[in-house]
């Protein structure tokens, strides 16, 4: 089936500072999708993307659908102790078996040093 | 507008026994669909559910089922649980095909498998 490799694994940062990840498939995706998970939580969708080359902001976060779309980056500017979570990409397409639901990368831990 | 509603949050078994995890999506959502998370594979699409029927299903093996009922409210079953199935199993809904990404997840159901 289909994989997304995330990266980095974990961030650790000072509040204030920008971050960016980004993520990687072997396979072309129609869609990206930035999801974050807090603890005790589940996934809540941030950006969706739809088109190759998209760019997309949310507030302090922007999403780019990268050109090859077999990319994506998102970027938070000026991080502020609440962006604390677990950053997921995800796609619609084979999960393996020919299943059609979303495929998620491993996340990225953002972890905010005071 | 209430979000997704799953029940139990929080329980225990036992090598051997089966579980029903249960699940109410938001209203007006006839999409229900499934997911494993674990620390070592992170999010895995179990089923989807759309209007009674199964449309979608993930690699897992056959004691993992599940339902949706005339409400869209759904359910699945795992039986016969083995130590490696206690993970967070999340539950997400949305209007029509998952395949466009936007999901709601709900808080999930934590499961401990002795």
């Known amino acids: 089936g289909q994989q997304l490799n995330q990266s980095p694994q974990s961030m650790f940062i000072q509040e204030g500072e920008d971050v960016s990840m980004n993520c990687t498939s072997s396979?072309?995706?129609?869609?990206w999708l930035w999801y974050k998970q807090e603890p005790g939580e589940g996934p809540v969708l941030l950006i969706a993307?739809?088109?190759?080359?998209e760019l997309t902001s949310n507030g302090r976060l922007t999403a780019q659908f990268g050109i090859t779309r077999k990319d994506s980056f998102l970027n938070i500017s000026a991080s502020i102790p609440s962006d604390v979570g677990i950053y997921f990409c995800?796609?619609?397409?084979?999960?393996?078996?020919?299943?059609?639901?979303?495929?998620f990368g491993k996340g990225t831990h953002l972890i905010i040093q005071p | 507008k209430a979000g997704v509603t799953q029940t139990p949050r929080y329980l225990i078994k036992t090598r051997g026994q089966q579980v029903t995890l249960s699940c109410s999506p938001i209203s007006g959502h006839r999409s229900v669909s499934w997911y494993q998370q674990t620390p070592g594979q992170g999010l895995q699409f179990l089923f989807e559910?759309?209007?009674?029927?199964?449309?979608n299903k993930g690699n897992f093996p056959g004691r993992f089922s599940g339902r949706q009922f005339s409400n869209s409210r759904s359910e699945m079953n795992v039986s016969t649980l083995e130590l490696g199935d206690s993970a967070l199993y999340l539950c997400?809904?949305?209007?029509?095909?998952?395949?466009?990404?936007?999901?709601?997840f709900g808080e999930g159901s934590r499961l401990t498998v002795l």
């Open positions: 396979s072309i995706f129609n869609t």
């Open positions: 997400a809904s949305s209007l029509g095909a998952t395949n466009t990404g936007e999901l709601f």
């Open positions: 559910y759309f209007s009674e029927t199964q449309r």
């Open positions: 993307l739809y088109k190759a080359g």
């Open positions: 995800a796609g619609p397409g084979d999960s393996g078996g020919g299943a059609d639901g979303l495929t």
